[in-house]
C-alpha cells in the first residue's frame, strides 16, 4: 500500500464480502424452493428470497467497484483521497441502505420492478452515495492535476452507471413501458458501463502487476469504449424481444449481441 487512505479499501471489500456470502445464503435458500421439500416455504417464499438474492448482487458488485476505486485512484493520481471520512460515511450509508432494503424485502416493501426493488427512500439514499463517491474521487484527481486514461474510463463508467439510474427513479403505470426502460437501466450496466469500470481496473492490474506498458494497454481501452459505445448500447435490444417493439430489433440486437 503506498498511500495511507488506500486503507478505506479494506472495510469496502469486507462488506462486499459478508453481503456477498448472503447472497449465497439466499440463492440457495431460493434453489431448495425448486428441490424441496422446503419447510420455510411460507416463512420464506421464492419471491422474497430470490429478490434479495438478486439485490444483494447488485449491491456487493457496486460496493466492490467502489472499494477498488479508491484503492485505485490514489496510485494512479500519486495522492491520497481528498477525504478518507467521506468514504466511511458513504459506506455507512450504504451498508444501512442495503440492510435496511433486505429487511423490507422480508415484508414485501418494494416496487416490484426486477433487480430495481428498491423503495424511493434507498434509491434517493443511492443516488447520494454516488454523489458523495463521485466528489470525493473528483477533487481527489483535481487536488492531484494527474488523471490518467485508464481514471478517466472507469470515471465514465461511474458517471454514466450514475446516469443510467435516473430512469429507475421514475414510476410508470404501463407494464411495458416500464419494463422496456428497466432494460436500459440494467442492461447499460451490466452489458455497458460496468464493462468500462471493469476494463479501467484491468488495465490498472495489467500496468502493476505485470508491467504492461502503459500506452499499449491505454489504446486498447480505447477499444473497448469503443465497442461498449457500439455493440452494449445497440446490444440492449436482447432484451426488447418480448417487451412489444417492432421486429427489426431482432436482427439488431442477435448481431449487436454477439459482438459484444
Ligand atoms: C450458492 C450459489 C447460488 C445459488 C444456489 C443460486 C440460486 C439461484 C436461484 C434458485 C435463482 C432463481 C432462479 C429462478 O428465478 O427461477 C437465482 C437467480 C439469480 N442468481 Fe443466483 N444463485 C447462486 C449464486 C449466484 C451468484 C454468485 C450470482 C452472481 C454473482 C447469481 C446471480 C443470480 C441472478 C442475476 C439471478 C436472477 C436471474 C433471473 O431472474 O433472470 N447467483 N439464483
Ligand atoms: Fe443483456
Redesign the pocket.
Known amino acids: 500500500m503506498r498511500y495511507q487512505s488506500q486503507s478505506v479499501a479494506y472495510w469496502y471489500f469486507a462488506v462486499a464480502m459478508v453481503l456477498f456470502g448472503l447472497?449465497?445464503v439466499f440463492?440457495?435458500l431460493?434453489?431448495t424452493k425448486?428441490i424441496g421439500p422446503d419447510p420455510l416455504l411460507y416463512i420464506l417464499p421464492f419471491d422474497v428470497t430470490?429478490v434479495i438474492?438478486?439485490n444483494l448482487?447488485i449491491v456487493w458488485v457496486l460496493t466492490g467497484f467502489m472499494g477498488a476505486t479508491y484503492w485505485m485512484i490514489p496510485e494512479e493520481s500519486r495522492a491520497e483521497l481528498h477525504s478518507t471520512k467521506l468514504a466511511y460515511v458513504q459506506l455507512v450509508l450504504w451498508t444501512l441502505m442495503g440492510v435496511t432494503a433486505i429487511i423490507g424485502y422480508l415484508f414485501r416493501y418494494g416496487t416490484g420492478n426486477?433487480l430495481l426493488e428498491q423503495p424511493l427512500p434507498h434509491k434517493i439514499v443511492i443516488v447520494i452515495c454516488m454523489l458523495i463517491f463521485l466528489y470525493n474521487i473528483g477533487m481527489t484527481i483535481r487536488k492531484a492535476g494527474r488523471f490518467t486514461t485508464t481514471e478517466a474510463v472507469l470515471m465514465i463508467g461511474f458517471v454514466s452507471a450514475a446516469l443510467l439510474y435516473l430512469p429507475a427513479l421514475l414510476h410508470y403505470e404501463n407494464y411495458t413501458v416500464s419494463i422496456f426502460y428497466r432494460w436500459w437501466t440494467i442492461h447499460l450496466w451490466v452489458e455497458g458501463v460496468w464493462m468500462m469500470i471493469m476494463g479501467g481496473f484491468l488495465a490498472y492490474l495489467l500496468i502493476r502487476l505485470s508491467g504492461a506498458d502503459r500506452e499499449v494497454m491505454e489504446k486498447w481501452l480505447y477499444v473497448i469504449v469503443g465497442l461498449v459505445f457500439l455493440a452494449g448500447i445497440l446490444g440492449t435490444a436482447h432484451h426488447y424481444y418480448w417487451v412489444g417493439v417492432p421486429t427489426y430489433w431482432l436482427p439488431i440486437g442477435g448481431v449487436f449481441s454477439a459482438l459484444e
Do not use: R
Request: charged share 15%; aromatic share 8%; hydrophobic share 35%.
Open positions: 447472497q449465497l440463492g440457495l431460493s434453489a425448486y430470490k438474492h438478486t448482487l426486477k
